[in-house]
Structure formats: C-alpha cells, structure tokens
C-alpha cells in the first residue's frame, strides 16, 4: 500500500513539474529586448556564428589598439564584455559575481592557447563595481566590439569565445565563469 501511494506520488509531482522545469529551460535561452526601432524582438542567449573577414580585421584593430599588444592570430580569443553602467547606492559596493574570483585568464589558459581581454563599454563609468582595482578593464572605445556582437541593450553585456578561423560562440547576458569555462572547453 505505501509503495503503491508513494508511486502516485511521484507520478503527481512528475507530471506537475515536468512542464515547469522544460518553461524554465526555455526562458533560459531567451531574452526580449528592443531593437533600434523600439520593436520588442526575442534574441537567444546563446549563439554561434563565423566572422566576415572586415569584421574579424576590424576586431582585432581594436583589441591591438585599445590593449597596446599585437593579437597572435593563431591563438582563441576570449572576451568578457559589460556593457551597463551600475545604478547602485553605495559607492564601494562591488557586484560579488564569482567571474572576478581567482584568475579566469590562467584557467582558460590551461585549457588552451588563447588571449584573454575584459573589455567595458566606454559609457560605464563606476568601474570599482566591476572589481576595477583588480581588472584593467579596456573601453571599447569605437564601439566595435559592442556593433559586432553585443548589439543590444539592458543584457549587461556577456561573453564572446572567437577561433582563429573566425568561428565564435557568443553568451548574451549573465554567465557564471563555470559556465564560461565549460563552453571553452568544449568549443
């Protein structure tokens, strides 16, 4: 009689979950956002894509500019962008996010050959939220890096992984630096 209520249980809660759990994967992978007409459009937190050649020049100007280093193109590039200015009340509050714990660079480096850069939007200015006495954040001073991939507003910005044959993964978003670690690693 108990194995018999505890399967109906199971059965209950299954079927009651299960529906909650796939709307929840869902919502996950997609943001709506505004696009430049004002038009609500859904855009997924998770792309891949390959770079055009003007593209892919024009990104590495930019990183060699903004970074005072030559880009070595044979190696992965790795980009963590912010791209909102914190609204915050206290002055020396830093967002507590565990991508600033430890060195991300040295992990990632491990993992394989690449170059890493914290690039910020050149609006923000609060950079001591963004762990700036640790960081040397780079501003995306022509907004290159923002036009290419992080075209849209309120996501804070994300994550780009690039290949030296130009094939990238783009995070739009959060992200934890497991998760930028585990998409390295498997990209």
């Known amino acids: 009689m108990k194995q018999l209520q505890l399967i109906s249980f199971l059965v209950l809660l299954l079927t009651n979950c299960l529906p909650l759990l ?28 390959t770079l055009d050649e003007k593209s892919y020049d024009n990104l590495i100007s930019q ?3 903004i970074s005072s280093s030559k880009i070595d193109k044979s190696k992965n590039i790795i980009i963590n962008y ?6 915050i009340n206290n002055k020396n509050y830093q967002v507590p996010w565990d991508i600033f714990n430890r060195n991300l660079s040295s992990k990632s480096n491990k993992t394989k ?43 804070n910005g994300g994550f780009v992984i690039i ?23 498997d990209f």
Do not use: M
């Open 22 to 49: 796939a709307q929840k994967n869902n919502s996950i992978s997609k943001y709506e956002v505004k696009d430049n007409t004002g038009k609500t459009i859904t855009i997924l937190s998770d792309t891949k894509g």
């Open 63 to 65: 990183l060699n500019e």
């Open 82 to 87: 912010i791209d909102d200015n914190p609204r």
């Open 113 to 155: 050959q690449c170059s890493h850069f914290w690039v910020i939007n050149k609006k923000v200015t609060n950079l001591y939220y963004y762990h700036g006495n640790k960081i040397n954040w780079l501003k995306d001073q022509n907004s290159i890096i923002k036009k290419i991939f992080f075209n849209y507003e309120s996501l």
């Open 163 to 185: 290949k030296p044959n130009k094939e990238y993964y783009l995070k739009n978003g959060e992200y934890s630096k497991k998760e930028l670690l585990s998409v390295y690693k």
